[in-house]
Protein backbone atom coordinates (compact mmCIF):
# COMPACT_ATOMS: atom_id res chain seq x y z
CA UNK A 1 0.00 0.00 0.00
CA UNK A 2 2.03 3.44 -1.31
CA UNK A 3 2.19 5.99 0.81
CA UNK A 4 1.32 9.79 0.01
CA UNK A 5 3.60 10.86 -2.80
CA UNK A 6 4.83 13.70 -3.64
CA UNK A 7 6.63 15.39 -6.73
CA UNK A 8 9.09 16.87 -7.38
CA UNK A 9 10.72 16.27 -4.23
CA UNK A 10 13.50 18.64 -5.31
CA UNK A 11 12.26 22.02 -7.39
CA UNK A 12 14.46 25.13 -8.28
CA UNK A 13 13.09 28.04 -9.59
CA UNK A 14 13.71 31.51 -10.29
CA UNK A 15 12.57 34.86 -8.59
CA UNK A 16 9.31 35.68 -11.07
CA UNK A 17 8.73 31.54 -11.96
CA UNK A 18 5.70 29.59 -11.28
CA UNK A 19 6.00 25.99 -9.19
CA UNK A 20 3.57 23.39 -9.34
CA UNK A 21 3.56 20.98 -6.62
CA UNK A 22 1.49 17.48 -6.84
CA UNK A 23 0.57 15.22 -4.14
CA UNK A 24 -1.25 11.92 -4.52
CA UNK A 25 -2.86 10.88 -1.18
CA UNK A 26 -2.51 7.43 0.31
CA UNK A 27 -4.88 4.66 -1.37
CA UNK A 28 -8.82 5.39 1.13
CA UNK A 29 -7.66 8.87 1.71
CA UNK A 30 -9.98 11.54 0.46
CA UNK A 31 -8.65 14.81 2.25
CA UNK A 32 -5.87 16.36 1.71
CA UNK A 33 -3.31 19.01 3.67
CA UNK A 34 -0.54 21.21 3.26
CA UNK A 35 2.10 22.75 5.15
CA UNK A 36 5.43 24.77 4.96
CA UNK A 37 7.96 24.35 6.77
CA UNK A 38 10.92 26.73 6.68
CA UNK A 39 14.20 26.34 7.86
CA UNK A 40 14.62 26.40 11.24
CA UNK A 41 10.75 26.48 12.18
CA UNK A 42 7.91 24.21 12.50
CA UNK A 43 5.24 23.04 10.59
CA UNK A 44 2.68 25.53 9.37
CA UNK A 45 -0.74 24.67 7.94
CA UNK A 46 -1.45 26.50 4.80
CA UNK A 47 -4.73 24.00 3.10
CA UNK A 48 -7.00 21.44 3.53
CA UNK A 49 -8.89 20.17 0.81
CA UNK A 50 -11.18 17.55 -0.20
CA UNK A 51 -11.91 16.11 -3.32
CA UNK A 52 -13.38 19.49 -5.77
CA UNK A 53 -13.08 21.13 -2.71
CA UNK A 54 -10.92 23.78 -0.51
CA UNK A 55 -12.58 23.42 3.37
CA UNK A 56 -9.96 25.48 4.91
CA UNK A 57 -7.49 27.74 3.62
CA UNK A 58 -6.95 29.97 6.18
CA UNK A 59 -2.94 29.47 6.27
CA UNK A 60 -2.56 30.46 2.63
CA UNK A 61 -1.14 33.46 1.84
CA UNK A 62 -3.88 35.66 -0.14
CA UNK A 63 -1.68 36.46 -2.87
CA UNK A 64 -0.05 33.97 -5.59
CA UNK A 65 -0.81 30.54 -3.53
CA UNK A 66 -3.64 28.66 -5.23
CA UNK A 67 -4.56 24.56 -4.42
CA UNK A 68 -6.96 21.94 -5.74
CA UNK A 69 -7.41 18.75 -5.58
CA UNK A 70 -9.58 17.78 -8.37
CA UNK A 71 -12.18 14.54 -9.13
CA UNK A 72 -9.02 12.56 -10.69
CA UNK A 73 -5.64 13.02 -10.57
CA UNK A 74 -3.03 14.71 -7.50
CA UNK A 75 -4.01 17.62 -5.31
CA UNK A 76 -1.99 20.49 -6.83
CA UNK A 77 0.03 23.51 -4.60
CA UNK A 78 0.80 26.14 -7.29
CA UNK A 79 2.63 29.48 -6.76
CA UNK A 80 2.92 31.82 -9.16
CA UNK A 81 5.66 34.49 -9.15
CA UNK A 82 7.78 32.76 -6.93
CA UNK A 83 10.16 34.78 -4.57
CA UNK A 84 13.48 33.78 -2.43
CA UNK A 85 10.74 33.60 0.63
CA UNK A 86 8.81 30.95 -0.88
CA UNK A 87 12.34 29.02 -0.13
CA UNK A 88 11.09 25.81 1.92
CA UNK A 89 10.01 22.65 2.73
CA UNK A 90 6.36 21.72 1.24
CA UNK A 91 4.52 18.65 2.99
CA UNK A 92 0.85 17.47 1.59
CA UNK A 93 -0.57 14.96 4.30
CA UNK A 94 -3.92 12.91 3.61
CA UNK A 95 -6.52 11.30 6.07
CA UNK A 96 -9.35 9.48 5.96
CA UNK A 97 -12.48 10.48 5.67
CA UNK A 98 -14.83 11.08 9.11
CA UNK A 99 -13.89 11.33 12.69
CA UNK A 100 -11.67 14.62 13.48
CA UNK A 101 -9.70 11.98 15.14
CA UNK A 102 -7.97 10.93 12.02
CA UNK A 103 -4.71 10.39 11.96
CA UNK A 104 -2.39 12.58 8.99
CA UNK A 105 0.39 10.68 6.84
CA UNK A 106 2.82 13.09 5.85
CA UNK A 107 4.57 12.81 2.12
CA UNK A 108 8.61 13.12 1.34
CA UNK A 109 8.14 16.41 0.68
CA UNK A 110 9.22 19.17 -2.10
CA UNK A 111 11.98 21.68 -0.98
CA UNK A 112 11.47 24.25 -3.24
CA UNK A 113 14.97 26.43 -3.75
CA UNK A 114 14.14 29.88 -5.31
CA UNK A 115 17.13 31.85 -6.65
CA UNK B 1 -4.21 32.10 18.86
CA UNK B 2 -3.92 28.62 19.05
CA UNK B 3 -0.66 27.97 19.78
CA UNK B 4 1.01 24.92 21.17
CA UNK B 5 4.39 24.70 22.83
CA UNK B 6 7.31 22.58 23.47
CA UNK B 7 9.93 22.22 26.09
CA UNK B 8 12.82 24.00 23.38
CA UNK B 9 15.26 21.77 23.91
CA UNK B 10 17.96 20.55 22.66
CA UNK B 11 17.40 17.54 25.17
CA UNK B 12 20.53 15.28 25.20
CA UNK B 13 20.19 11.71 27.13
CA UNK B 14 22.27 8.64 27.28
CA UNK B 15 21.60 5.33 25.13
CA UNK B 16 19.31 3.30 27.99
CA UNK B 17 17.72 6.20 29.74
CA UNK B 18 14.54 7.83 29.47
CA UNK B 19 13.43 11.00 27.32
CA UNK B 20 11.11 12.97 28.20
CA UNK B 21 9.23 15.34 25.85
CA UNK B 22 6.44 18.29 26.78
CA UNK B 23 3.43 19.79 25.11
CA UNK B 24 1.10 22.44 26.35
CA UNK B 25 -1.88 23.84 23.94
CA UNK B 26 -3.40 26.65 24.30
CA UNK B 27 -7.08 25.09 22.88
CA UNK B 28 -9.33 23.91 25.79
CA UNK B 29 -11.51 22.49 22.80
CA UNK B 30 -8.47 19.90 21.26
CA UNK B 31 -9.75 16.40 20.82
CA UNK B 32 -6.55 14.82 19.13
CA UNK B 33 -2.93 14.40 19.76
CA UNK B 34 -0.01 13.38 17.98
CA UNK B 35 3.36 12.99 18.16
CA UNK B 36 5.50 12.92 15.11
CA UNK B 37 9.35 12.20 14.75
CA UNK B 38 11.30 14.15 11.98
CA UNK B 39 14.96 13.18 10.83
CA UNK B 40 16.68 15.85 9.63
CA UNK B 41 15.99 16.51 5.96
CA UNK B 42 13.48 13.82 5.77
CA UNK B 43 9.37 14.11 7.02
CA UNK B 44 7.28 14.11 9.43
CA UNK B 45 6.39 10.13 10.92
CA UNK B 46 3.77 9.79 13.05
CA UNK B 47 4.77 7.41 16.44
CA UNK B 48 1.94 8.06 18.46
CA UNK B 49 -1.03 9.68 18.84
CA UNK B 50 -3.87 10.30 21.93
CA UNK B 51 -7.78 11.41 22.53
CA UNK B 52 -8.16 10.27 26.11
CA UNK B 53 -7.24 11.67 29.76
CA UNK B 54 -4.55 9.03 30.55
CA UNK B 55 -1.27 7.00 29.14
CA UNK B 56 -0.99 5.05 26.29
CA UNK B 57 1.66 2.46 25.70
CA UNK B 58 3.10 1.46 22.28
CA UNK B 59 6.68 -0.40 22.71
CA UNK B 60 9.27 2.01 23.90
CA UNK B 61 6.93 5.07 23.43
CA UNK B 62 4.43 6.63 26.04
CA UNK B 63 2.11 9.23 25.57
CA UNK B 64 0.74 11.03 28.31
CA UNK B 65 -2.46 13.71 28.09
CA UNK B 66 -4.15 15.64 30.80
CA UNK B 67 -6.35 17.63 29.31
CA UNK B 68 -7.50 19.70 32.38
CA UNK B 69 -3.92 21.06 32.83
CA UNK B 70 -3.53 21.34 28.61
CA UNK B 71 -0.64 19.14 28.47
CA UNK B 72 0.65 16.01 26.68
CA UNK B 73 3.99 14.21 27.14
CA UNK B 74 6.13 11.56 25.27
CA UNK B 75 8.27 8.91 27.10
CA UNK B 76 10.65 7.36 25.38
CA UNK B 77 12.34 4.32 27.41
CA UNK B 78 15.81 2.61 26.19
CA UNK B 79 16.19 5.20 24.50
CA UNK B 80 18.71 4.57 21.39
CA UNK B 81 21.04 6.27 19.33
CA UNK B 82 18.24 5.91 16.20
CA UNK B 83 15.85 7.98 18.44
CA UNK B 84 18.06 11.03 17.49
CA UNK B 85 15.56 13.25 15.82
CA UNK B 86 13.37 16.68 16.22
CA UNK B 87 10.08 15.50 17.84
CA UNK B 88 6.87 17.15 16.81
CA UNK B 89 3.65 18.03 18.93
CA UNK B 90 0.93 18.15 17.09
CA UNK B 91 -2.91 19.42 17.93
CA UNK B 92 -5.89 18.72 16.27
CA UNK B 93 -8.43 21.42 17.10
CA UNK B 94 -12.25 20.97 17.59
CA UNK B 95 -13.02 23.03 14.07
CA UNK B 96 -12.09 21.26 10.82
CA UNK B 97 -9.03 19.27 10.49
CA UNK B 98 -5.69 21.23 10.65
CA UNK B 99 -3.08 20.09 12.98
CA UNK B 100 -1.30 23.02 14.84
CA UNK B 101 2.37 21.95 15.43
CA UNK B 102 4.65 22.84 18.21
CA UNK B 103 8.18 24.08 17.03
CA UNK B 104 9.67 20.58 17.52
CA UNK B 105 12.58 19.44 20.65
CA UNK B 106 15.75 17.93 18.98
CA UNK B 107 16.22 14.93 20.86
CA UNK B 108 20.13 13.28 20.85
CA UNK B 109 20.84 9.74 22.14
CA UNK B 110 24.78 9.25 22.67
CA UNK B 111 26.11 6.02 22.87
Known amino acids: NAGVMQNPRHLVRRRGQEARLRCSPMKGHSHVYWYRQLPEEGLKFMVY????????ESGMPKERFSAEFPKEGPSILRIQQVVRGDSAAYFC?????????????FGPGTRLTVL | QKEVEQNSGPLSVPEGAIASLNCTYSDRGSQSFFWYRQYSGKSPELIMFIYSNGDKEDGRFTAQLNKASQYVSLLIRDSQPSDSATYLC???????????FGRGTQLTVWP
Open chain 1, 49 to 56: LQKENIID
Open chain 1, 93 to 105: ASSQPGEIRNEQF
Open chain 2, 90 to 100: AVKGSTLGRLY
